[in-house]
């Protein structure tokens, strides 16, 4: 969860710093409803993918900036934390089928909120962009995030991505990212 530090406090979490900078432009339901199913839904199939088809690509994913001892012990509780994840948030291969018919029907939802318009509320970039652009980006891996550079798409989610790759809302999170990043 990000935090921001400012000279007189510390604010947690993504809606209360966008609060803090005043950013306009929400849709507290629209933000809500990517957050909850879209974003959730996008997250548990990537890690499905990596935890069971490229585990050790998933380890460097989480642990390639994690130094000293907390990096070591991180690296050698991997089997067992991979296990963990895997049960606890219910990543198993077989839910993939279950999470893009999920996936596919808020896409079309959200496509459908897009339609037509360079923003999401008003006329110009703001708050329910940044929130969708980012909750989004993981599935878009948009080229202007280098956080994603060196994410290697597990073989049974590339023909999804591939799929998806010119989807009006990947498409859209894309050139959020270009114009705004």
């Known amino acids: ?87 606890a948030m219910r990543t198993q291969l077989v839910h993939i089928a279950a999470l893009e018919q999920r996936i596919a029907g808020e896409l079309t939802w959200l496509a459908g909120r897009i339609a037509g318009r360079d923003y999401l509320v008003g006329g110009c970039f703001g708050r329910a962009d940044l929130t969708v652009a980012s909750l989004l980006s993981l599935l878009v891996l948009p080229e202007r995030c280098a956080i994603y550079a060196s994410v290697v798409v597990p073989p049974v989610l590339r023909p999804l991505f591939e799929r998806w790759r010119e989807h009006p809302v990947a498409v859209y999170v894309r050139r959020i990212y270009a114009v705004h990043r």
Request: proline residues 5%; hydrophobic residues 45%; aromatic residues 6%.
């Open 1 to 87: 969860m990000p935090f921001l530090r400012t000279r007189s406090d510390i604010v947690q979490g993504s809606g209360a710093i966008l609060d803090w900078a005043g950013l306009d432009g929400g849709d507290p339901e629209l933000e809500d409803r990517v957050a909850k199913n879209l974003a959730v839904a996008g997250r548990r199939m990537v890690y499905a993918g990596l935890l069971n088809e490229t585990p050790g690509h998933a380890a460097e994913l989480l642990f390639s900036r994690v130094r000293g001892a907390a990096g070591l012990a991180g690296r050698a509780a991997w089997p067992i934390t991979r296990r963990l994840m895997i049960r």
